[in-house]
């Protein structure tokens, strides 16, 4: 115990106060059909943090220092950047990619700041944003119902698509 507390607080260091900590990186999980594994090539972005010693911390200790702190819109805010940046990028060769989904936490949703420059990435970025699946944790979607529904209306309304996370899991 005493060990993973002194890790997240080296990660709440890490975390700073509005940047996102050096050896941050985004990692791609493939999603395939079991049906037809060959169809479409879809991804989930994962965060991961890569340390000086090699060693790499996984996304849940990232994200979990970065809620418990307050600083999880920072990580966020990178995650979605870097994935609309990317997605952008390669856009060419994602013909088979019909969608590249980012996990939400629920701090980055209440915080106006978040949501008014995330917007703005999304607006800037329509055909990145047309691939982009945004997955909210269902207790977060459920948290403050009227909020969630705006904020998913928008999201829909620039392109995006929105997944319940952990459905049935509250």
């Known amino acids: 115990a005493f060990q993973e507390r002194k890790q997240e607080l080296r990660l709440v260091k890490q975390l700073g106060a ?3 900590p050096a050896g941050l990186f985004l ?5 395939m059909s079991l049906r037809a594994p060959r169809a479409s ?5 994962l965060v991961r943090l890569a340390e000086a010693d090699g060693t790499v911390v996984p996304g849940g200790r990232i994200i979990e220092a970065a809620e418990n702190n ?24 994602l013909a088979r990619t019909r969608f590249v989904c980012m996990n939400l ?4 949703l209440n915080d ?6 995330a917007f703005a990435r999304l607006a800037a970025c329509p055909r990145a944003a ?11 979607a459920l948290h403050d119902l009227a909020n969630t529904r705006r904020f998913i209306d928008r999201l829909r309304g620039l392109g995006a698509r929105v997944a319940l996370d952990d459905f049935g899991a509250g």
């Open 18 to 20: 509005d940047t996102a």
């Open 27 to 31: 990692a791609m999980q493939p999603i």
């Open 41 to 45: 090539l879809d991804f989930e972005i």
């Open 70 to 93: 307050g600083r999880v819109a920072v990580i966020d805010r990178w995650v979605l950047a870097r994935t609309l940046e990317w997605l952008d990028a390669q856009h060419a060769a």
């Open 105 to 108: 936490s629920g701090g980055s």
């Open 112 to 117: 106006e700041r978040f949501v008014r420059e």
């Open 130 to 140: 047309r691939l982009l699946c945004v997955e909210i944790t269902e207790s977060v």
